[in-house]
Every structure is written in structure tokens, then in C-alpha cells.
Nanobody
Framework: QVQPKESGGGLVQAGGSLRLSCAAS????????MGWFRQTPGKEREVVAT????????YYADSVKGRFTISRDNAKNTVYLQMNSLKPEDTAVYYC????????WGQGTQVTVSS
């Protein structure tokens, strides 16, 4: 079992920044990738960014390219999402995702961007 624990959400004005963190505990050996997804009411959960755990390869959704940066600290089993130039449409619940042989989800953290 792997337990992801998110932190760092909150309320920010448009144009501002937030940094999300997700610390993984438990049986993290064999982690393939970690990432961030987000979801708004009535919509499907969508990928925001992912990072390969061994090679650090990254993927970003087109909507966040150039504004968000995903990074990892392997020693701390932690993944970060630096979010800059936030827009009201970034408002969502952000979920941490950990992929080993099983996929694990965090409980989510609310990000609200006011206009």
C-alpha cells in the first residue's frame, strides 16, 4: 500500500502562484511515475502533469504548459507542482497520483483562483 498526502492548495488571485506537494509513504519501492490530475464538478478528472520517477521525464497538459512545473525529490518520495500565472479556469480539486503496479490517489486539495 502507498499513501499519498497532498498539501499546498488554497485561494489565490489570478496571476498568482501556488505550490502543491505530495508526499508518498508506505511501499513506494517500484514507483513508476507520479503526477497531478484535477477535477471540477460535472467534469472528468484530467491530467495536469506527470513525471517519471527514475528518469524524470515530464508530461504537461497543453493548458498548463509554460505556467506549471512538476518536479520530484526521490529521497523524500515527494512530487511538487509549481503553479504560476494562475487563471480562474485552473480552479479545481487537484489530486496526486502515484503509479506503481497499482495506481494510488490522494484525497485531493482545493485550488481556487479568483478573478
Amino acid at each position: 500500500q502507498v499513501q499519498p498526502k497532498e498539501s499546498g492548495g488554497g485561494l489565490v488571485q489570478a496571476g498568482g502562484s501556488l505550490r502543491l506537494s505530495c508526499a508518498a509513504s508506505g511501499r513506494t519501492f517500484g514507483t513508476v511515475a507520479m503526477g497531478w490530475f484535477r477535477q471540477t464538478p460535472g467534469k472528468e478528472r484530467e491530467v495536469v502533469a506527470t513525471i517519471g520517477w527514475s528518469d524524470g521525464s515530464t508530461y504537461y497538459a497543453d493548458s498548463v504548459k509554460g505556467r506549471f512545473t512538476i518536479s520530484r525529490d526521490n529521497a523524500k518520495n515527494t512530487v511538487y507542482l509549481q503553479m504560476n500565472s494562475l487563471k480562474p479556469e485552473d480552479t479545481a480539486v487537484y489530486y496526486c497520483n502515484i503509479r506503481t503496479r497499482t495506481i494510488y490517489w490522494g484525497q485531493g486539495t482545493q485550488v481556487t483562483v479568483s478573478s
